[in-house]
């Protein structure tokens, strides 16, 4: 009996540290559909390419010399912030505002096209191989120890977890709060009348993209230094798992998008723990598919209110 709990113990550590990725990267997708109504669909390259700046950071901090950690993980970190935000910026002004105005089916193709641009881009620049790296922080402490198996929470585990708590507090204290987030709430209840009262429709817009890549940017680094080793078709996956949490908790709403993360990677792990980790994404879906049934709007989500 004390086997089996230290079992499903160690498998909620792993799900809720996969699933603390995957709603980080699932806040960049409720974000852009609740102010424009689109899918970015181009988000999850957006993390893979957060994950690129943040080894090429880590190499030249190796280069440098510079080995005290807690420097080295602070400039990774506004690096790949920064240089990431730079992407999703460009990704808006150049490929999403030219198609505003046009039937959805236009930006969801350029969505699309942005997507396999991105990951070819990365191709070409990095090569298809691979990128490994050596874990960073190590270590971690004894969460229960039986004689024939021991549950531990590394300290990599811990780190995801309390950052993913921070950035979810602190981004919904700045929806609440700041003149940004009233504006965001604006645009997503009538971006007509928003400009009409003053708010700057196309910088709140790119804005959100700004800080939905920031946020996409922490779940590649993060991810890098979790599994040591990304290439450039990373995101295609994750995005495809972080938009189906958006779905799944509701898109548009924010702790939906979370709490859809969570449940993906809490059904990912006690999946692969106790069944075959070959039809973990099959459990995932259908899951998806079940809630939509009885709840199309997702868990937290709100139906539509029609404008007339």
């Not at 993913?164 to 209840?189: D, H, K, N, P, Y």
């Not at 800080?211 to 994750?238: E, K, N, P, Q, R």
């Not at 958006?246 to 999946?271: N, R």
């Not at 973990?280 to 998806?288: E, H, P, Y």
Request: glycine share 12%; hydrophobic share 55%; charged share 10%.
């Amino acid at each position: 009996m004390q086997d089996t709990f230290a079992y499903f113990l160690d498998q909620l550590i792993n799900g809720l540290t996969l699933g603390s990725i995957y709603g980080l990267i699932a806040i960049g997708y409720t974000m852009v559909y609740g102010i424009i109504g689109m899918i970015n669909f181009a988000h999850g390259e957006i993390f893979m390419i957060g994950s690129f700046v943040a080894i090429i950071t880590f190499l030249l901090l190796g280069i440098a010399g510079v080995t005290w950690i807690p420097l080295a993980l602070l400039i990774v970190l506004i690096t790949s912030m920064v240089l990431t935000s730079i992407y999703g910026w460009a990704l808006e002004r150049v490929a999403y505002r030219p198609l505003r105005g046009s039937p959805r089916l236009a930006a969801l193709i350029t969505a699309i096209g942005m997507s396999i641009f991105l990951q070819n881009y990365v191709q070409l620049l990095q090569g298809a191989r691979n990128k490994p790296m050596q874990p960073v922080i190590s270590g971690g402490i004894t969460v229960l120890q039986d004689q024939d198996y021991v549950v531990s929470l590394s300290y990599m585990q811990m780190m995801i977890i309390v950052v993913t708590l921070v950035l979810m507090t602190g981004f919904t204290l700045m929806i609440a709060r700041t003149s940004l987030g009233r504006a965001q709430r604006a645009c997503e209840q009538d971006r007509n009348m928003a400009a009409l009262i003053g708010v700057n429709v196309d910088r709140t817009i790119s804005l959100t993209f700004v800080v939905g890549a920031a946020l996409a940017s922490v779940a590649g680094m993060m991810f890098l230094m979790y599994y040591g080793v990304i290439d450039f078709f990373i995101g295609f996956l994750a995005g495809i798992k972080a938009f189906t949490a958006a779905v799944l908790g509701g898109i548009g709403s924010l702790p939906g998008a979370m709490l859809g993360g969570l449940l993906i990677g809490l059904i990912e792990a006690f999946w692969s723990g106790y069944f075959t980790v070959e039809y973990k994404d099959v459990a995932a879906f259908s899951i998806l598919v079940l809630v939509l049934v009885f709840r199309p709007t997702g868990l937290l989500g709100k139906p539509d209110i029609e404008k007339v």
